[in-house]
């Protein structure tokens, strides 16, 4: 489970597929720039945090556009922990659409219209108002003031950001600046996460070789209608299996569907939180709830039903350096559950946990909670399910 991943697209799809829905067919409205970030952030009880430098380069107002990023980053969330180093290039070109790891020197290749369409798909799951037609013929500002508000956000008026007079809005608990279509930057409400230009070129010329798949890369095709959403998710995606362990600690594929994750969680609303996203990964579902102020949140996972024996047995590593141990035995709903403990062999905050077994089936399902999160808190979640 990677939910910097899950956040990161929360904080920048809010803006990413209202605008499609508008009378212009242009992603931006002006003509070219070349625009550097740099962005960071400890987030969500996270007490690692990314370091991550972006490059955009765009032209005929977006129908070509590159994206290089390089990002560096140390998560420590809900007892999972990970260092990486990735180098990833996305590239736009009419149609066309490719994502190159460029460390690997591998990459995919889809159409823009195979992955707009999933993306919008991706962003209903999290909630997000996915009606889009009913922005068109409304003005820029007006279709995006209905569209914050639809989503539960908030519209400020003008903020002037880089010379720039940007929109400026909250919503999803994150403050951005948009100026002409592009988010300039971008932060939760609490400050710890921001994602910030530092320069601005606007139309300018921009060559044309930016805009070309480098020497040296393997590309594999995607199938028509099938754009794979996760190479975008810069690879969360994995393949069901047996158990397997390494530098990402052990994982137990759950033996169910996404959907039938999703029919287990339907009744998880707790007030203050929203849902942020669901998805698979290596043979595992997850879902993750952020609390309106971005000050907590949880996670839910399915995992094979080895787990539970392993964490009563204080057998369960999550990551390298990461354990739990059993702090109680408690009753959720007529069944067993296991208060755990996430332990970091380093400086990281221990936080509380509950997991639950589903004897008909090969499904374990846990909670995995924040620092602040409470006893009493994870046992009113694990009452929700819907096993």
């Not at 002409?180 to 400050?191: P, S, Y």
């Not at 069901?240 to 959907?259: C, Q, V």
């Not at 939180?273 to 952020?290: H, I, P, R, S, V």
């Not at 059993?326 to 296991?338: I, Y």
Request: charge should be negative; charged fraction near 25%; include cysteine.
């Amino acid at each position: 489970m990677n939910a910097k991943r899950i956040l990161f697209l929360a904080i920048l799809m809010a803006m990413s597929f209202t605008l499609a829905a508008q009378n212009s067919t242009n992603k931006y409205l002006i003509k070219s720039a070349i625009i550097t970030f740099k962005n960071n952030g400890a987030f969500l009880g996270n007490t690692g945090g990314t370091s991550q430098k972006e490059t955009l380069w765009f032209d005929d107002y977006g129908k070509k556009e590159t994206k290089l990023r390089v990002e560096d980053s140390e998560v420590k969330l809900l007892g999972m922990k990970k260092k990486k180093h990735e180098e990833t290039l996305e590239i736009r070109n009419g149609d066309n659409y490719w994502h190159i790891d460029l460390i690997a020197k591998t990459g995919t290749h889809s159409s823009m219209a195979d992955m707009e369409k999933n993306m919008q798909g991706l962003a209903q799951s999290t909630g997000l108002e996915g009606k889009f037609d009913k922005y068109k013929g409304k003005s820029e500002e007006e279709a995006m003031k209905l569209f914050i508000k639809d989503n539960g956000g908030t519209y400020h008026g003008k903020v002037t950001f880089l010379g720039k007079e940007c929109m400026d809005y909250t919503m999803l608990g994150t403050r951005q600046y948009m100026y002409k279509r592009i988010v300039l930057k971008a932060f939760l409400t609490d400050g710890s996460v921001t994602i910030e230009a530092t320069s601005f070129k606007e139309n300018v010329p921009v060559p044309a070789d930016k805009f070309k798949v480098p020497a040296g890369i393997s590309i594999e095709e995607q199938p028509t209608n099938g754009f794979d959403i996760d190479a975008l998710m810069q690879g969360m995606n994995g393949e069901e299996g047996e158990a397997s362990s390494g530098d990402d600690g052990e994982t137990f594929p759950s033996g169910i569907t996404l959907s039938e994750f999703k029919a287990i969680i339907k009744n998880v609303k707790p007030i203050g939180y929203k849902l942020a996203a669901t998805m698979e990964e290596d043979g595992e579902q997850n879902a993750t709830w952020m609390k309106s102020d971005n000050n907590d949140a949880f996670a839910i996972v399915a995992q094979g039903a080895k787990v539970y024996d392993k964490c009563k047995n204080g057998e369960w590593e999550m990551e390298p350096g990461v354990n739990v141990e059993k702090v109680d035995e408690v009753m959720v709903n007529g069944r067993k559950a296991l208060i755990f403990r996430v332990i970091h062999d380093d400086e990281g905050i221990p936080s509380l946990g509950i997991i639950l077994q589903k004897k008909s089936s090969d499904l374990s399902i846990f909670i995995a909670g924040s620092p602040n999160s409470t006893k009493e808190f994870l046992i009113s979640i694990a009452k929700s399910l819907t096993l």
